[in-house]
């Protein structure tokens, strides 16, 4: 006759259908929650975007450090220029962005991670102090500030190194908010 011991046991490795999704594995309650391994996974990709946007930001600047968070063969596309960045261009980039808004901010407003997929929703904000390059000419500095231009960021990543950052960014609000409207950014 079987103990409490070993009953509790074999109870304890049978999974009810609302702990279990279809891949079999068990989760916690009826939210289907990741195993453990993976949530922490998780939390580790979102850490590590939140520290590549610390080296993004105006007064924190390293574009050492953010270039080094792509791995070899990583790029940066702006998605509404079209334009793909690699190696040192993706800190050329930030760079440029960073000396025409100094105090750049990216107020992240929600993230979400979704195996090795990073999305981050983001505000942008700052003030226009510096040259600002465009498609259509330089924008010399206006001293306005933007406040909440909205983007969307994609991140693949693969072996701890980013393999793809896709900025999904709407410059027309920019352009609008500097007061701008014969100028294009992409």
Do not use: W
């Amino acid at each position: 006759m079987p103990n409490a011991q070993q009953n509790q046991s074999q109870s304890n490795q049978k999974a009810s259908p609302a702990n279990q999704d279809n891949s079999g594995k068990v989760g916690f309650g009826n939210d289907k929650a990741k195993p453990i391994a993976e949530k922490n996974a998780m939390l580790d990709q979102e850490k590590f975007i939140r520290k590549l946007y610390t080296y993004g930001e105006g007064d924190q600047m390293n574009v050492e450090k953010f270039v080094s968070m792509f791995s070899d063969e990583g790029y940066m596309l702006d998605m509404a220029s079209g334009t793909k960045f690699r190696g040192k261009a993706i800190g050329d980039s930030i760079a440029a962005l960073a000396r025409a808004f100094p105090d750049l901010h990216r107020e992240l407003l929600n993230i979400y991670v979704a195996e090795n997929v990073v999305v981050a929703e983001i505000a942008l904000r700052g003030t226009h102090k510096g040259e600002l390059a465009l498609v259509s000419g330089t924008l010399a500095p206006t001293g306005k500030t933007i406040v909440d231009v909205p983007m969307c960021d994609v991140f693949h990543l693969e072996g701890g190194k980013i393999i793809s950052f896709d900025c999904y960014n709407l410059p027309s609000v920019m352009l609008q908010q500097l007061g701008e409207k014969n100028m294009r950014l992409s």
